[in-house]
């Protein structure tokens, strides 16, 4: 069996001579004459680049045939810097047009990685994700304005919240069946609070931490904006008796901002003092304690089995206490789950597919993943790294 080496010094003609060889002479033309392919482009080629434009190879079989041969050769080029054979060696050997000329040179080892593909005239290397700040912060943006705009609609629901003796909380097996606990939604926040510190840790310790974060934000700002329609086209009743909700004017629109940036603040939690009526359909604290729990489950190693139990534990335990203290209906809560799970793993099934990364109908149906994930090549690695430079101090310690 022939080694291939160096193929990624390979000029266009020497490609050609390559895919002749492996009994692809029809498509020299296409690939080496048309779209000046070289070396390095032969071994980024993937089986999505022979079936998508410009290639767009006709026959499935030659499609399935020249990928296998193109694994082949990349294999074969990432397991030995230097060949066993000389035949195509491109540091012994010069291609004319009309032959092969030996040249007597000393052998060489490429270092670098060959490239995975080219963003805007740029080479990636296999296996890197660039952190790409700037997107991550034009999301944190996103996700802020959302923010913003929740705490207005809750404002406006408020106000339109029917009356509690005109139309009372209605029949729901859970909040019928358990006594409203009166503690049980605080306990719900600290839950939250606990995932949120966890994630922060995990955000500040992965290597990847830009990523993680974009996908945070894109997913929770995505959640909430449904949120924001929902709650506002229906107005449910009151789920108990004990909420003191009654239609409540704050007047202008003026003093409507104002109380949206005391919610916006206060992030919507008791805990900081910040009490809303009318937000049922669905539930906001589901879809912060679900979104915490299934980051901290993706992005930790699989053997940490007791951070992933008591992240679960928590989701559990706060979506409980949220029933228990007779906040929400049972269905609010189920419809916050079901959404916040499904988008999550949604999200994550097409980010690992890069043909779906770059189609048309993920850009028209799906604009803010195929932003943020343009340039993400399949799954994120939960590998780990400190934020910070050591101190002068610890380098000295440890070297």
């Known amino acids: 069996m022939v080694e291939w080496a160096g193929a990624e010094l390979w000029s ?83 291609w004319n047009g009309r032959g092969c000329n030996k040249v007597a040179t000393a052998a060489t080892v490429v270092e670098e990685d060959p490239c995975h593909g080219y963003s805007k005239g740029k080479c990636k290397r296999r296996g890197r994700l660039e952190p790409e700040y700037w997107k991550t912060a034009l999301i944190a943006v996103y996700v802020t304005l959302v923010f913003g705009i929740t705490s207005f609609i809750m404002v406006l629901v408020h106000e339109k919240v029917p009356d509690i003796h005109t139309y009372p909380p209605l029949p729901d097996i859970f909040l019928d069946s358990v006594p409203r606990i009166p503690w049980a939604f605080a306990m719900a926040e600290g839950c939250a609070v606990v995932l949120g510190c966890m994630l922060l840790l995990t955000l500040l310790l992965h290597r990847h931490r830009s990523i993680l974060f974009r996908r945070f934000c894109s997913l929770m700002g995505t959640v909430f904006l449904l949120r924001c329609v929902t709650m506002f086209v229906t107005s449910l009743s009151v789920p108990g008796r004990h909420l003191q909700c009654s239609g409540k004017m704050y007047g202008d629109l003026w003093a409507k901002l104002h109380r949206a940036l005391q919610i916006w603040a206060g992030l919507g939690m008791s805990l900081t003092g910040v009490h ?112 910070f430079s050591r101190p002068r101090l610890l380098r000295a310690l440890i070297g």
């Open 12 to 94: 266009t003609e020497q490609v050609s001579h390559w895919l002749k060889d492996q009994g692809f002479g029809q498509y020299v033309d296409l690939l080496c004459v048309k779209h000046r392919l070289d070396g390095a482009g032969l071994l980024s080629l993937t089986e999505n680049d022979l079936r998508s434009p410009p290639l767009q190879l006709p026959l499935l079989g030659d499609i399935k045939r020249l990928t296998l041969a193109l694994r082949s050769l990349q294999r074969q080029h990432d397991s030995s810097g230097v060949s066993k054979s000389d035949e195509y060696r491109p540091d012994r050997w010069l």
């Open 276 to 387: 809303t009526c009318g937000d049922y359909m669905f539930s906001g604290h589901t879809v912060v304690l679900t979104m915490l729990n299934f980051f901290i489950t993706e992005y930790t190693p699989h053997k940490w089995h007791l951070v992933h139990t008591l992240s679960w534990v928590l989701n559990l335990f706060g979506i409980f206490f949220i029933l228990a203290a007779h906040e929400h209906y049972s269905i609010d809560v189920f419809i916050a789950f079901y959404i916040t799970t499904r988008l999550f793993l949604y999200y994550h099934t097409l980010s690992s597919t890069h043909a779906i990364q770059h189609s048309r109908r993920a850009r028209v149906w799906f604009p803010l993943f195929s932003f943020s994930e343009s340039n993400v090549n399949g799954p994120v690695p939960n590998k780990y790294a400190w934020p």
